[in-house]
Antibody
């Protein structure tokens, strides 16, 4: 059974930093691209970032480019999102999701999702 | 980045067919996927790569994509299908876009 478990969400002040983690199990982690998708309270889904199975390719939404860094540790089956210079508009539930296409392409999609972790940016 | 537009809401009677559209520039040249999200739950993929249905998803869910519009069709809609639905595609710059979302109400 595929399991994705996010952690690291918290209340943080504007301008602060936070690191989210996603523990994966039940599938061949290195063969899947991985992504972070967020959902602000009462709003729709917004893709944040993606990373290829090897970690060589990383992709970001314009809204987080230069502030967030995605990474993965295939030996530990872990996905990370380092979030810097946080803003109020970054407040959201952050989901990790796996993509059966090893390399991010037009064919990519989000097969399994975690339960999400809440990030609140407020003073 | 590109935008994907969906109707805010769709109402359907039990047993009838619900069609949810997703419009974007040359969307038919890309692959569209669809996600169902019920209140308080994580999204679930119901259609990927335009027409493919994951294992465990009922046959009443189907998808198509042509021109500027992708469509999710729910045939014989059931009360359990009441949820928010989002389309999704990747643009040419390797950025992913989600649609604006559609709330499906089964009356």
């Amino acid at each position: 059974e595929v399991q994705l478990v996010e952690s690291g969400g918290a209340l943080v002040q504007p301008g602060g930093s936070l690191r989210l983690s996603c523990a994966a199990s039940g599938f061949t982690f290195r063969s899947y691209a991985m992504n972070w998708v967020r959902q602000a309270p009462g709003k729709g889904l917004e893709w944040v970032s993606g990373i290829s199975g090897s970690g060589a390719g990383t992709y970001y939404a314009d809204s987080v480019k230069g502030r967030f860094i995605i990474s993965r540790d295939n030996s530990k089956k872990m996905l990370y999102l380092q979030m810097n210079s946080l803003r109020a508009e970054d407040t959201a539930v952050y989901y990790c999701a796996n993509d059966p296409t090893t390399v991010v392409t037009q064919r990519s999609y989000f097969d399994s999702w975690g339960q999400g972790t809440l990030v609140t940016v407020s003073s | 980045s590109s935008e994907l537009t969906q109707p805010p809401s769709v109402s359907v009677s039990p047993g009838q067919t619900a069609s949810i559209t997703c419009s974007g520039d040359k969307l038919g040249d890309k692959y569209a996927s669809w996600y169902q999200q019920k209140p308080g739950q994580s999204p679930v993929v119901v259609i990927y790569q335009d027409t493919k249905r994951p294992s465990g998803i009922p046959e009443r869910f189907s998808g198509s994509n042509s021109g500027n519009t992708a469509t999710l069709t729910i045939s014989g809609t059931q009360a359990m299908d009441e949820a928010d639905y989002y389309c999704q595609a990747w643009d040419s710059s390797s950025a992913c876009v989600f649609g604006t979302g559609t709330k499906v109400t089964v009356l």
